[in-house]
Protein backbone atom coordinates (compact mmCIF):
# COMPACT_ATOMS: atom_id res chain seq x y z
CA UNK A 1 0.00 0.00 0.00
CA UNK A 2 0.92 3.62 -0.08
CA UNK A 3 2.63 5.02 2.77
CA UNK A 4 3.22 8.59 3.91
CA UNK A 5 6.51 8.69 6.67
CA UNK A 6 6.31 11.91 8.89
CA UNK A 7 8.92 13.17 10.82
CA UNK A 8 9.62 14.56 13.67
CA UNK A 9 7.30 12.66 15.32
CA UNK A 10 7.90 15.89 18.06
CA UNK A 11 8.75 19.30 18.15
CA UNK A 12 9.71 21.99 20.94
CA UNK A 13 10.49 25.23 19.63
CA UNK A 14 10.73 28.26 21.46
CA UNK A 15 8.50 31.41 20.73
CA UNK A 16 9.64 33.42 17.40
CA UNK A 17 11.31 30.81 16.25
CA UNK A 18 10.38 28.51 12.85
CA UNK A 19 9.07 24.99 12.81
CA UNK A 20 9.95 22.70 10.34
CA UNK A 21 7.97 19.34 9.46
CA UNK A 22 8.84 16.66 6.77
CA UNK A 23 6.71 14.06 4.74
CA UNK A 24 7.58 11.71 2.27
CA UNK A 25 5.24 9.87 0.11
CA UNK A 26 5.56 6.14 -2.19
CA UNK A 27 3.02 6.70 -5.03
CA UNK A 28 4.58 8.85 -7.50
CA UNK A 29 1.07 9.67 -9.18
CA UNK A 30 -0.02 11.68 -6.38
CA UNK A 31 -0.70 15.22 -6.76
CA UNK A 32 -2.53 16.34 -3.71
CA UNK A 33 -0.75 17.38 -0.69
CA UNK A 34 -2.69 18.65 2.84
CA UNK A 35 -1.59 19.39 6.46
CA UNK A 36 -4.00 19.67 9.00
CA UNK A 37 -3.78 21.20 12.52
CA UNK A 38 -5.44 19.07 15.30
CA UNK A 39 -5.62 21.21 18.59
CA UNK A 40 -6.52 18.98 21.36
CA UNK A 41 -9.70 17.35 21.61
CA UNK A 42 -10.45 19.01 18.48
CA UNK A 43 -10.98 17.64 14.79
CA UNK A 44 -8.46 18.08 12.20
CA UNK A 45 -8.71 20.78 10.25
CA UNK A 46 -7.11 22.14 7.12
CA UNK A 47 -4.06 24.92 6.97
CA UNK A 48 -2.93 24.58 3.68
CA UNK A 49 -2.63 21.90 0.67
CA UNK A 50 -0.57 22.00 -2.10
CA UNK A 51 -1.33 20.64 -5.33
CA UNK A 52 1.76 18.98 -8.18
CA UNK A 53 2.13 21.35 -10.32
CA UNK A 54 3.84 23.87 -7.67
CA UNK A 55 6.55 23.33 -5.73
CA UNK A 56 5.78 26.03 -3.01
CA UNK A 57 2.82 27.77 -1.43
CA UNK A 58 2.54 30.50 0.95
CA UNK A 59 -0.18 31.66 3.77
CA UNK A 60 1.22 34.48 5.74
CA UNK A 61 3.54 32.00 8.30
CA UNK A 62 2.63 29.26 6.62
CA UNK A 63 3.95 27.30 3.91
CA UNK A 64 4.70 23.95 2.06
CA UNK A 65 7.20 22.89 -0.01
CA UNK A 66 6.52 19.91 -2.63
CA UNK A 67 9.49 17.78 -4.15
CA UNK A 68 8.14 15.53 -6.88
CA UNK A 69 11.02 14.43 -7.71
CA UNK A 70 11.83 13.34 -4.17
CA UNK A 71 8.80 12.79 -2.98
CA UNK A 72 8.73 14.32 -0.38
CA UNK A 73 7.19 17.65 1.13
CA UNK A 74 7.42 19.47 4.33
CA UNK A 75 5.25 22.11 6.09
CA UNK A 76 7.31 25.49 7.49
CA UNK A 77 6.27 27.86 10.18
CA UNK A 78 7.89 31.03 10.60
CA UNK A 79 7.23 33.67 13.50
CA UNK A 80 6.02 30.53 16.16
CA UNK A 81 3.27 31.39 18.53
CA UNK A 82 2.14 29.74 21.72
CA UNK A 83 -1.45 29.49 19.31
CA UNK A 84 0.64 27.22 16.94
CA UNK A 85 1.27 24.38 19.61
CA UNK A 86 -0.89 21.61 18.35
CA UNK A 87 -0.63 18.04 16.03
CA UNK A 88 0.30 18.47 12.85
CA UNK A 89 -0.79 15.60 10.36
CA UNK A 90 0.50 15.22 6.61
CA UNK A 91 -1.45 13.41 3.96
CA UNK A 92 -1.08 12.32 0.29
CA UNK A 93 -3.88 10.21 -1.60
CA UNK A 94 -4.07 6.80 -1.80
CA UNK A 95 -3.99 4.85 -5.15
CA UNK A 96 -7.21 4.95 -5.70
CA UNK A 97 -7.52 8.86 -5.35
CA UNK A 98 -10.87 8.60 -3.38
CA UNK A 99 -9.25 8.22 0.15
CA UNK A 100 -6.09 9.99 1.79
CA UNK A 101 -3.61 8.22 3.38
CA UNK A 102 -2.22 10.00 6.66
CA UNK A 103 1.25 10.86 8.59
CA UNK A 104 0.94 9.54 12.07
CA UNK A 105 0.94 13.54 12.99
CA UNK A 106 4.00 15.57 14.75
CA UNK A 107 3.40 17.37 18.12
CA UNK A 108 4.68 20.94 18.04
CA UNK A 109 4.76 22.53 21.28
CA UNK A 110 5.87 26.29 21.54
CA UNK A 111 7.18 27.65 24.28
CA UNK A 112 7.17 31.44 25.18
CA UNK B 1 -19.50 22.82 12.10
CA UNK B 2 -22.72 22.15 10.98
CA UNK B 3 -21.42 20.91 7.42
CA UNK B 4 -20.35 17.30 9.18
CA UNK B 5 -22.81 16.33 12.25
CA UNK B 6 -21.58 13.02 14.21
CA UNK B 7 -23.75 11.64 16.57
CA UNK B 8 -23.06 10.82 19.58
CA UNK B 9 -20.05 12.77 20.97
CA UNK B 10 -19.22 10.48 23.71
CA UNK B 11 -20.39 6.45 24.41
CA UNK B 12 -19.11 3.99 26.62
CA UNK B 13 -19.86 0.33 25.82
CA UNK B 14 -19.13 -3.05 27.41
CA UNK B 15 -17.41 -5.77 24.88
CA UNK B 16 -19.73 -7.51 22.82
CA UNK B 17 -22.48 -4.78 22.67
CA UNK B 18 -23.37 -3.32 19.43
CA UNK B 19 -23.26 0.59 18.00
CA UNK B 20 -24.11 2.56 15.01
CA UNK B 21 -22.10 5.60 14.79
CA UNK B 22 -23.76 8.50 12.35
CA UNK B 23 -22.79 11.26 9.88
CA UNK B 24 -24.90 13.41 8.53
CA UNK B 25 -23.62 16.05 5.73
CA UNK B 26 -25.05 19.48 4.65
CA UNK B 27 -22.33 20.01 2.36
CA UNK B 28 -23.49 17.74 -0.67
CA UNK B 29 -20.00 16.03 -0.99
CA UNK B 30 -19.74 12.90 -2.89
CA UNK B 31 -17.11 10.89 -0.93
CA UNK B 32 -17.26 9.95 3.21
CA UNK B 33 -14.82 8.47 5.33
CA UNK B 34 -14.40 6.55 8.71
CA UNK B 35 -11.09 6.76 10.13
CA UNK B 36 -10.20 6.14 14.02
CA UNK B 37 -7.73 8.18 15.72
CA UNK B 38 -5.61 6.59 18.37
CA UNK B 39 -2.48 7.79 20.07
CA UNK B 40 0.57 7.57 18.01
CA UNK B 41 -1.16 5.84 15.26
CA UNK B 42 -2.22 9.33 13.41
CA UNK B 43 -5.29 8.40 11.52
CA UNK B 44 -6.32 5.46 10.10
CA UNK B 45 -8.94 4.59 7.83
CA UNK B 46 -11.95 2.44 7.73
CA UNK B 47 -14.16 2.47 5.27
CA UNK B 48 -14.88 5.12 2.78
CA UNK B 49 -17.94 5.54 0.53
CA UNK B 50 -16.67 7.33 -3.07
CA UNK B 51 -20.30 7.82 -3.77
CA UNK B 52 -23.73 7.44 -2.82
CA UNK B 53 -24.54 3.22 -3.46
CA UNK B 54 -20.66 2.87 -2.76
CA UNK B 55 -18.36 1.35 -0.20
CA UNK B 56 -14.85 0.29 0.19
CA UNK B 57 -12.66 -1.03 2.37
CA UNK B 58 -9.71 1.32 3.98
CA UNK B 59 -6.95 0.19 5.97
CA UNK B 60 -8.31 -1.30 8.98
CA UNK B 61 -12.27 -2.42 8.50
CA UNK B 62 -11.77 -5.67 10.50
CA UNK B 63 -14.96 -5.34 12.98
CA UNK B 64 -16.70 -3.05 11.46
CA UNK B 65 -19.30 -2.75 9.19
CA UNK B 66 -20.64 0.89 7.08
CA UNK B 67 -24.00 1.95 4.93
CA UNK B 68 -24.28 4.84 2.78
CA UNK B 69 -28.03 5.08 3.51
CA UNK B 70 -28.12 8.18 0.73
CA UNK B 71 -25.85 10.77 0.03
CA UNK B 72 -26.05 12.75 3.29
CA UNK B 73 -25.39 10.18 5.93
CA UNK B 74 -22.73 7.54 6.28
CA UNK B 75 -22.94 5.02 9.26
CA UNK B 76 -20.51 3.04 11.14
CA UNK B 77 -21.45 -0.08 12.63
CA UNK B 78 -19.70 -2.21 15.46
CA UNK B 79 -21.15 -5.23 15.97
CA UNK B 80 -19.85 -6.73 18.67
CA UNK B 81 -17.33 -4.22 20.32
CA UNK B 82 -13.72 -5.11 21.98
CA UNK B 83 -11.81 -2.88 23.75
CA UNK B 84 -9.80 -2.66 20.62
CA UNK B 85 -11.88 -0.47 19.28
CA UNK B 86 -11.80 1.90 21.86
CA UNK B 87 -10.59 5.00 19.86
CA UNK B 88 -11.59 8.49 18.69
CA UNK B 89 -13.89 7.72 15.00
CA UNK B 90 -13.85 11.21 13.07
CA UNK B 91 -16.21 11.08 9.95
CA UNK B 92 -15.22 13.24 7.10
CA UNK B 93 -16.49 14.71 3.93
CA UNK B 94 -15.18 15.22 0.14
CA UNK B 95 -15.21 16.35 -3.44
CA UNK B 96 -13.12 15.17 -5.78
CA UNK B 97 -9.78 16.41 -5.33
CA UNK B 98 -10.72 19.13 -3.19
CA UNK B 99 -9.96 19.30 0.53
CA UNK B 100 -11.41 17.10 3.15
CA UNK B 101 -13.47 18.09 6.34
CA UNK B 102 -13.81 16.09 9.41
CA UNK B 103 -16.72 16.11 12.33
CA UNK B 104 -16.28 16.86 15.81
CA UNK B 105 -15.31 12.79 15.95
CA UNK B 106 -17.09 10.48 18.51
CA UNK B 107 -14.88 9.16 21.61
CA UNK B 108 -15.75 5.43 21.82
CA UNK B 109 -14.83 3.63 24.96
CA UNK B 110 -15.38 -0.12 25.62
CA UNK B 111 -15.24 -1.55 28.73
Known amino acids: GENVEQHPSTLSVQEGDSAVIKCTYSDSASNYFPWYKQELGKRPQLIID?????GEKKDQRIAVTLNKTAKHFSLHITETQPEDSAVYFC???????????FGKGTSLLVTP | NAGVTQTPKFQVLKTGQSMTLQCAQDMNHNSMYWYRQDPGMGLRLIYY???????DKGEVPNGYNVSRLNKREFSLRLESAAPSQTSVYFC??????????FGDGTRLSIL
Open chain 2, 92 to 101: AIRTGNQPQH
Open chain 2, 49 to 55: SASEGTT
Open chain 1, 50 to 54: IRSNV
Open chain 1, 91 to 101: AAPQHSGYALN
